[in-house]
């Protein structure tokens, strides 16, 4: 039987916008002597980026219409920065909960995430259908990358409040590509991302075999909770 959710928010994830998120560790950095706020506004004009503060806290919008977010000083040209792109919000049922996780005051916020542009969104929801959006998104991945995933496992209860749903990953020579829900840490702490994740290696160990759940959701933890 389907797991409800109370609401679920997406914009479809094209290769295009794939193709974008891993061509930023390597995009030019700013110049000597160039301020970085300044390289990083003249950039996003260039690529038809904006500033979003109010969804999640320090992040951009990009020309697809995604939110992404990032642990580096700027989102390009450092290879070593963590990217998150959010294609999909979901504010889940939790039965276990008290009415704060259940109640109706974060609709306002899924508002918010639907009425972005391009986006659409449908309350009440069910698993099946944020199972549909990470679907879409990881053949986008697939399609850029002309390979299927490498490990494909249901989330643990530890990774993202809300169903259990599948995380995919993918590996280049340098990152790792994970398609699924992830802790909206902030500002509102009950909802759940729906992302790609575009993550260095180096922020976990070699990827566990298939049968090794207990390390795949270590390693997923690693690579892309904020």
């Not at 290696?201 to 933890?221: F, K, Q, R, V, Y």
């Amino acid at each position: 039987m389907p797991i409800p959710v109370h609401a679920l928010a997406h914009r479809p994830l094209p290769p295009e916008a794939v193709a974008e998120l891993i061509a930023l560790p390597t995009a030019p950095r700013a110049p000597d002597g160039v301020d970085t706020f300044d390289a990083v506004e003249a950039e996003m004009r260039q690529r038809g980026w904006s500033w979003q503060h109010e969804l999640v806290t320090d992040s951009y919008r990009t020309g697809h219409g995604h939110l992404l977010c990032t642990d580096g000083e700027s989102p390009f040209g450092d290879p070593e920065a963590r990217h998150f792109l959010v294609f999909g919000e979901l504010y889940p049922v939790d039965p276990d909960e008290d009415s704060m996780a259940n109640g109706r005051w974060l609709y306002e916020f899924m508002d918010g995430w639907q009425q972005l542009p391009g986006w659409t969104g449908r309350r009440p929801s069910t698993d099946q259908d944020c199972e549909a959006v990470l679907a879409q998104a990881a053949q986008a991945v697939t399609d850029h990358l002309g390979k299927a995933p490498e490990r494909t496992i249901l989330s643990a209860e530890s990774l993202a409040m809300g169903p259990a749903l599948t995380h995919r990953v993918w590996r280049t020579d340098t990152h790792a590509l994970v398609v699924g829900p992830a802790p909206d840490n902030l500002p509102y702490g009950y909802l759940t991302h729906l992302q790609l994740s575009y993550t260095p290696l180096s922020c976990g160990p070699e990827l566990p075999p298939a049968d090794d759940e207990e390390g795949l959701t270590e390693w997923i933890s690693a690579h892309v909770d904020w």
